[in-house]
């Protein structure tokens, strides 16, 4: 009797991932080479201007100029296709079927960043775009006996929940992402993340995104 009151059921089919928070991870294939022909492409920048553009969300380290996506060299062109593709597969999953076939338009400006010992990047967003990412070029040699030493750690953006009870859950309020190189992520340009001090010998090169999306023929 109790069986037929209270069955097992498939929780899939009951639940609503309501307000939820795209993270995407992606480990580029076959960028070995790659990475080495981007950090030349890096180091070179930052030795003709040594100054780059300053301070932003940067305690330390280089950041080069926003403009990096308009550099005129093949890296480049392929950095920007990897970004067009990751953005267009994203937005293919959570763009809502109106029934005709939608399109978009992608405006990307990005910059590269050299993160040496002790350097990090306080908490931000990146406000006036739709989507943040970055790409990992080269981790350097972290510190293994120090903890989270150059890690991007992203923050639950709901005020409230840090006070869930449970540990290692979903409902985690915070995430550490490894900087592997080769690695792309993406997530809302809204969401709260920073990156740990760097300690260790040489450098962390990582290549940030903002990307706006257009969508075309829409009516306004």
């Known amino acids: 009797m109790t069986d037929e009151l209270v069955p097992d059921f498939d929780i899939n089919k009951s639940v609503s991932m309501l307000f939820a928070t795209p993270l995407v991870i992606h480990d580029w294939p076959n960028s070995e080479q790659f990475n080495q022909d981007f950090e030349k492409v890096v180091r070179n920048s930052e030795e003709n201007d040594k100054e780059g553009y300053g301070t932003r969300s940067n305690a330390g ?19 920007r296709q990897r970004i067009e593709k990751l953005v267009s597969n994203l937005l293919q999953e959570v763009a809502r079927d109106t029934g005709n076939n939608r399109s978009f338009s992608l405006l990307i400006d990005a910059w590269a960043n050299i993160n040496r010992k002790g350097d990090y990047n306080v908490v931000h967003t990146h406000p006036n775009c739709m989507y943040s990412g970055v790409y990992y070029v080269n981790q350097g040699d972290p510190e293994k006996t120090i903890p989270y030493s ?13 006070y869930v009870q449970i540990r290692h859950s979903v409902f985690d309020a915070r995430e550490f992402v490894e900087n592997i190189p080769g690695r792309m992520l993406l997530w809302p340009s809204w969401l709260k993340h920073w ?26």
């Open 150 to 162: 150059g890690l991007l750690e992203i923050l639950d953006p709901r005020e409230a929940a840090n």
């Open 195 to 220: 990156v740990h001090p760097y300690q260790g010998e040489g450098e962390r090169i990582s290549v940030a995104f903002n990307v706006n999306v257009i969508e075309k023929n829409e009516k306004v």
């Open 61 to 79: 380290g280089w950041q080069s100029p926003g403009n990096l996506i308009t550099w005129k060299d093949p890296v480049i062109e392929i950095f």
